[in-house]
T-cell receptor
Framework: KAGVTQTPRYLIKTRGQQVTLSCSPI?????VSWYQQTPGQGLQFLFE???????NKGNFPGRFSGRQFSNSRSEMNVSTLELGDSALYLC???????????????FGPGTRLTVL | QKEVEQDPGPLSVPEGAIVSLNCTYS??????FMWYRQYSRKGPELLMY????GNKEDGRFTAQVDKSSKYISLFIRDSQPSDSATYLC?????????????FGTGTRLQVTL
C-alpha cells in the first residue's frame, strides 16, 4: 500500500508570495491533517479535513488555508509569505481521524518551504 | 508554557544501552498518548500508542503513561545505531478531536558503536 505523498518536496519562495502544497493520503483514508514543524516550536497542528470539510483548526493566522477534494487529496495554501513561515510542512492521513489504536495518523515526508 | 514539554537532547548512548525518553504535559484531558520516531528528512512514523494510563510493550520498546503525574516515558532496550533519530511524544484529548495531536518538540537520540 502506497504511503502518504507530498509535493513538492522542496520550495523556495520570497516574502509576499503565496504557495500551494499538495498531499495525497493513503488509499481509503478520508482524514487529512496538516502540521508545521520548526526547530523552535516543533510540530504544530494547522488544520484537519474530513469529507471535504474542515473539522479542526489550530492557532494559525488566516493566511494559512486548505481544502480537500472528493478523492481525499488535500492542498494547503499560504498567502503573503513571511520569513517565519519557513518550515517543514507535514501532511498526515488516517481512516477517519478518530485517533484510536486502529485509526492512527500516518505522515508523509513533508514539504520543506524556505522563504527568502 | 507549552502544553507538552520534552527535553530536546541530544542524548548520546552506546550501543546496547537502555534509553529513557520522557515528556510531561499540563492538559489533564489528554488520554491518547503516542510516540513517533522521525529520521532526518523523513516524516514521523508511529512507534507506540497507549490509551489512558499503564504500560505497553512492543519488542524492544516500552511505553509508560502516568496520568496522575502527567508524565509519559518511552524505554528502548538494547539500543541500536538504527535507533538514532528524533523521538516525538504526541497526545490528544478525546476521540472527536483525536486528529489534533499536540506534540513535544522531540528528543534527538544518537546511539554510538
Amino acid at each position: 500500500k502506497a504511503g502518504v505523498t507530498q509535493t513538492p518536496r522542496y520550495l523556495i519562495k520570497t516574502r509576499g508570495q503565496q504557495v500551494t502544497l499538495s498531499c495525497s493520503p493513503i488509499s481509503g483514508h478520508r482524514s487529512v491533517s496538516w502540521y508545521q514543524q520548526t526547530p523552535g516550536q516543533g510540530l504544530q497542528f494547522l488544520f484537519e479535513y474530513f469529507s471535504e470539510t474542515q473539522r479542526n483548526k489550530g492557532n494559525f493566522p488566516g493566511r494559512f488555508s486548505g481544502r480537500q477534494f472528493s478523492n481525499s487529496r488535500s492542498e494547503m495554501n499560504v498567502s503573503t509569505l513571511e520569513l517565519g513561515d519557513s518550515a517543514l510542512y507535514l501532511c498526515a492521513s488516517s481512516l477517519a481521524g478518530q485517533g484510536t489504536s486502529t485509526d492512527t495518523q500516518y505522515f508523509g515526508p513533508g514539504t520543506r518551504l524556505t522563504v527568502l | 508554557q507549552k502544553e507538552v514539554e520534552q527535553d530536546p537532547g541530544p542524548l548520546s548512548v552506546p550501543e546496547g544501552a537502555i534509553v529513557s525518553l520522557n515528556c510531561t504535559y499540563s492538559n489533564s484531558a489528554f488520554q491518547y498518548f503516542m510516540w513517533y520516531r522521525q529520521y532526518s528528512r523523513k516524516g514521523p512514523e508511529l512507534l507506540m500508542y497507549t490509551y489512558s494510563s499503564g504500560n505497553k510493550e512492543d519488542g524492544r520498546f516500552t511505553a509508560q503513561v502516568d496520568k496522575s503525574s502527567k508524565y509519559i516515558s518511552l524505554f528502548i532496550r538494547d539500543s541500536q545505531p538504527s535507533d538514532s533519530a528524533t523521538y516525538l511524544c504526541a497526545m490528544s484529548a478525546r476521540s472527536g478531536t483525536a486528529s489534533k495531536l499536540t506534540f513535544g518538540t522531540g528528543t534527538r537520540l544518537q546511539v554510538t558503536l
